[in-house]
């Protein structure tokens, strides 16, 4: 039976972290297995930034944002002779296993340090949703919510202005965030990676809008598909409708978790810690059918994710 683990948080910071940290503390500490918290990522670990937690160390952590762990991006963790500094570091805090949050980058991490012989379970903490072998990701539920409020604002002020608004979301290389949030705020069209992005189609769209005398119109945008701030000139130039543009930015990633959130984040930490204790490794978490799911990671890597862009149709039907 193992006595001691430890616990990381890695790559980008998402709402719900911190609740995660708190159960598998919890759970740890329950059946008897002392935890370890990691700070800032697979970098603390190298560095040895490491240190015992307790009840009092995940006090008034569920409802908060971030991670109070810190995270970090350690490309040079790819490199086998900087892990063995890492296995070093955990060999000389009596660490026998890992429980590390994050996203496919820190499954890759949690692998490589499996392979060498401390278990590891990962589970799936993005805002972005971007994780094939989950329903859902910890963060993403609080991020649209967030997204959802932010464009209900923006609304306000554009229907008393009669304004056409294009707000970008985040999402990198994952469209769900722009999706969930399109659907949820009523836009006239969502635009993402996987739905492609037509400039005809948002100029025309934007001009039948207006010519319906539409108090407001709303498009989504997933970041990095195109300058939105250029193409609320264009728009508004094609179209008469007046366009503001507005990039919501890191608000996204931050804030109190929602339930749903906590609740997950709750759920994977305690299986992750069950895993462990039955000296599995190498596995990550998700979340599928509301029924927690444990794969290898390999096989977890290989699947190709179900992007939520399968419901942008509505968006338009409901335009
Ligand atoms: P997010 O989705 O928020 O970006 P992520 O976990 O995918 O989260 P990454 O920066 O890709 O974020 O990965 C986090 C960390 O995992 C990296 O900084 C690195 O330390 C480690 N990591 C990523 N890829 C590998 C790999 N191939 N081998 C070993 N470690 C890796």
Same mark, same amino acid.
């Given at each position: 039976?193992?006595? +001691?683990i430890g616990?990381?948080?890695?790559?980008?910071?998402?709402?719900?972290?911190?609740?995660?940290i708190r159960?598998v503390v919890?759970?740890?500490?329950k059946n008897?297995? /002392?935890v370890?918290g990691v700070?800032?990522?697979?970098?603390?670990?190298?560095?040895g930034?490491?240190?015992?937690?307790?009840?009092?160390? &995940?006090?008034?952590?569920?409802?908060?944002?971030?991670?109070?762990?810190?995270?970090a991006?350690?490309?040079e963790f790819?490199?086998?002779?900087?892990?063995?500094?890492?296995?070093e570091?955990?060999k000389?805090?009596?660490?026998?296993?890992?429980? *590390?949050?994050?996203?496919?980058g820190?499954?890759?991490?949690?692998?490589?340090?499996?392979?060498m012989?401390?278990?590891?379970?990962?589970l799936?903490?993005?805002i972005?949703n971007?994780?094939?072998?989950?329903?859902?990701t910890?963060?993403?539920?609080?991020?649209?919510?967030?997204?959802?409020?932010?464009?209900d604002?923006?609304?306000? *002020?554009?229907?008393?202005? %009669? +304004?056409?608004s294009?707000?970008?979301?985040?999402?990198?290389?994952?469209?769900?965030?722009?999706?969930? *949030?399109?659907l949820?705020?009523?836009?006239?069209m969502?635009? *993402?990676?996987?739905?492609?992005?037509?400039?005809?189609k948002?100029?025309?769209?934007?001009? %039948?809008?207006?010519?319906?005398?539409?108090?407001h119109?709303?498009?989504?945008?997933?970041?990095h598909i195109?300058? &939105?701030?250029e193409?609320?000139?264009?728009v508004?130039a094609?179209?008469?409708?007046?366009?503001?543009?507005? &990039?919501?930015?890191y608000? %996204?990633?931050?804030?109190?978790?929602?339930?749903?959130?906590?609740?997950?984040?709750?759920?994977?930490?305690?299986?992750a810690?069950?895993?462990?204790?039955?000296?599995?490794?190498g596995?990550?978490?998700?979340?599928?059918?509301?029924?927690?799911?444990?794969?290898?990671?390999k096989?977890?890597?290989?699947?190709?994710?179900?992007?939520?862009?399968k419901?942008?149709?509505? &968006? /338009?039907l409901?335009?």
């Open positions: 039976m193992i006595k +001691r616990v990381l948080t890695s790559g980008g910071d998402a709402p719900g972290m911190n609740a995660a159960a919890k759970a740890g500490m008897n297995i /002392e370890y700070y800032d990522g697979f970098r603390g670990l190298v560095e930034k490491i240190e015992k937690l307790d009840y009092h160390s &995940v006090n008034d952590k569920i409802n908060r944002g971030g991670t109070f762990l810190g995270s991006r350690l490309s790819k490199d086998e002779k900087v892990r063995q500094v890492a296995l570091q955990l000389k805090f009596g660490i026998e296993a890992l429980v *590390t949050i994050g996203g496919d820190t499954y890759m991490g949690a692998l490589r340090l499996t392979e012989g401390i278990n590891c379970i990962g799936p903490a993005t972005d971007d994780i094939a072998s989950t329903d859902f910890i963060g993403f539920d609080t991020a649209i919510n967030t997204a959802v409020d932010a464009v604002k923006l609304r306000d *002020t554009s229907n008393s202005h %009669q +304004r056409c294009i707000v970008e979301v985040m999402g990198r290389y994952c469209g769900d965030v722009a999706i969930a *949030t399109a949820a705020t009523g836009a006239e969502v635009v *993402t990676a996987e739905t492609g992005f037509d400039l005809q948002v100029l025309d769209t934007a001009k %039948q809008c207006c010519e319906m005398n539409k108090r119109a709303l498009f989504i945008f997933t970041e195109t300058d &939105v701030y193409l609320a000139k264009k508004e094609y179209s008469g409708f007046e366009t503001r543009a507005t &990039v919501l930015g608000i %996204q990633r931050g804030g109190s978790p929602t339930a749903r959130d906590r609740i997950l984040a709750s759920r994977l930490g305690v299986k810690v069950e895993l462990l204790i039955n000296g599995e490794g596995k990550c978490l998700g979340i599928i059918n509301n029924e927690i799911t444990a794969i290898d990671i096989e977890a890597l290989e699947m190709k994710k179900t992007p939520l862009a419901f942008a149709h509505i &968006v /338009e409901l335009s």
